[in-house]
């Protein structure tokens, strides 16, 4: 597993690295992979990304979340605008309680990025597989509509990717 996240951690790194300098000359690739795998040696402890699975099927959930998440974040964007220029007040907010079925940190990390990344939802908490939402317009204050109206449209393709 220690080999695994060293050599995500470097690859990674490098992809970085090079994208930070745009070229590819001798002094930068050999800077790079010095630097990099110095800073791999120190936090391959960390496991930072021995939660995520690489295979063929957990980049097509990656590809298939990115869309979700694109989806989502129009759509709420124009939900927010629509109640910020609408002469009506549309709110109806909430701090609700959702579940989550990701079992590992970045995963549920992963999830609530998602989530308070898309407008009128913002992640306060989590605690388990708690998480604790607060809703611009609470339209189910149950655990169950909640999670299904929050949490179901990202965490089936987390779950791939990171179990």
Same mark, same amino acid.
């Given at each position: 597993?220690?080999?695994?996240? *060293? ?11 090079? !994208?930070?300098? !745009?070229?590819?000359?001798? !002094? ?9 795998? &110095? ?7 960390? =496991? ?15 590809? *298939? ?8 974040? &129009?759509?709420? #964007? ?22 989550? +079925?990701? +079992? /590992? ?7 609530? #990025?998602?989530?308070?990344? /898309? ?6 908490? &989590? ?10 317009? =609470?339209?189910? /204050?149950?655990?169950? $509509? ?9 965490? +089936? ?5 990171? $179990?």
């Amino acid at each position: 597993m220690k080999m695994k996240t *060293a050599l995500i951690s470097v690859v990674l790194g490098l992809l970085f690295w090079f !994208g930070l300098n !745009g070229r590819l000359e001798t !002094g930068v690739l050999i800077s790079g992979i010095v630097v990099v795998a &110095i800073a791999a040696a120190f936090h391959v402890k960390d =496991a930072v990304f021995g939660d995520v699975k690489f295979s063929p099927r957990a980049f097509i959930a990656f590809i *298939a979340w990115l869309v979700v998440f694109v989806g989502e974040l &129009i759509k709420s #964007n124009i939900d927010v605008m629509l109640r910020v220029i609408s002469p009506k007040v549309r709110i109806n907010p909430a701090i609700v309680e959702v579940k989550t +079925k990701l +079992k /590992t940190p970045l995963g549920r990390l992963a999830l609530a #990025n998602s989530i308070t990344l /898309t407008p009128g939802t913002l992640t306060t908490d &989590i605690k388990g597989d708690s998480l604790f939402i607060h809703w611009i317009d =609470a339209s189910s /204050t149950d655990v169950e $509509g909640a999670t299904k109206a929050i949490v179901a449209k990202f965490e +089936k393709q987390l779950e791939v990717v990171f $179990g």
